[in-house]
């Protein structure tokens, strides 16, 4: 994918938003207020996302609240929206968005900030702040995990795709590596000799 070199701006919190909030209200939600106790849980400060794959959930400690304002900006990228929240102190980014960032990314030269401020019952606490950096590459490949909740089990992340279990549900697969061309993986089998796959 081209880098693209035009700065994309872009404002969804104009009166055609569909948070419920009033005029008065949006503005002094873009505003902000005082963070208080409020921080990031996901994506982490300095995370480094490849191109394609599907936009994160925004994830905070410290304020639940139904409507959500964000600002991501770099050199060649300004977007700010007016969104519902998704989930319980979660917001599931729009896909569109996500993918018009990758195009215009600066890679780690010109990281993204990303400030999250939500409607309290009080009104506005926010910004909270942290950087995020997406590469100018797209995953070739899948990314694999472990997850211990319950029975062991490996998953994988195809690009542009959702999780899916890759081994799970007939033993117990712990630690593991793959070869450098994503051709085999190598796993121990609940403390037994490891297996191939």
């Known amino acids: 994918v081209p880098q693209m070199r035009d700065t994309l701006n872009r404002d969804t919190c104009g009166s055609a938003n569909k948070t419920g909030l009033?005029?008065?209200?949006l503005?002094?939600?873009m505003a902000g207020g005082n963070k208080g106790a409020m921080r990031w849980l996901y994506p982490?400060?300095?995370?480094?996302?490849?191109?394609g794959m599907l936009a994160p959930t925004l994830m905070?400690?410290?304020?639940?609240?139904k409507v959500a304002y964000i600002h991501l900006k770099s050199k060649q990228f300004d977007f700010q929206g007016c969104f519902a929240t998704t989930g319980p102190q979660q917001l599931q980014l729009p896909q569109d968005l996500w993918d018009q960032?990758?195009?215009r990314s600066g890679g780690a030269s010109d990281p993204f900030t990303l400030e999250l401020t939500v409607q309290g019952p009080g009104g506005p606490i926010g910004p909270i702040s942290e950087q995020l950096?997406?590469?100018q590459a797209t995953l070739k490949g899948s990314i694999y995990y472990n997850s211990y909740s319950g029975m062991g089990a490996i998953y994988r992340i195809p690009p542009?795709?959702?999780v899916q279990p890759f081994l799970?549900?007939?033993?117990?697969?712990?630690?593991?590596?793959?070869?450098?061309?994503?051709?085999?993986?190598?796993?121990?089998?609940?403390g037994g000799p490891g297996a191939s796959y």
């Open 22 to 25: 009033n005029d008065a209200q």
């Open 27 to 29: 503005k002094a939600l």
């Open 44 to 51: 982490y400060d300095g995370t480094v996302f490849p191109r």
């Open 60 to 65: 905070w400690d410290g304020a639940d609240a």
């Open 101 to 103: 960032a990758g195009i």
């Open 133 to 135: 950096v997406i590469a």
């Open 160 to 162: 542009g795709g959702m």
């Open 168 to 190: 799970s549900g007939f033993g117990c697969f712990g630690c593991h590596t793959v070869s450098a061309n994503g051709a085999r993986l190598l796993t121990s089998t609940g």
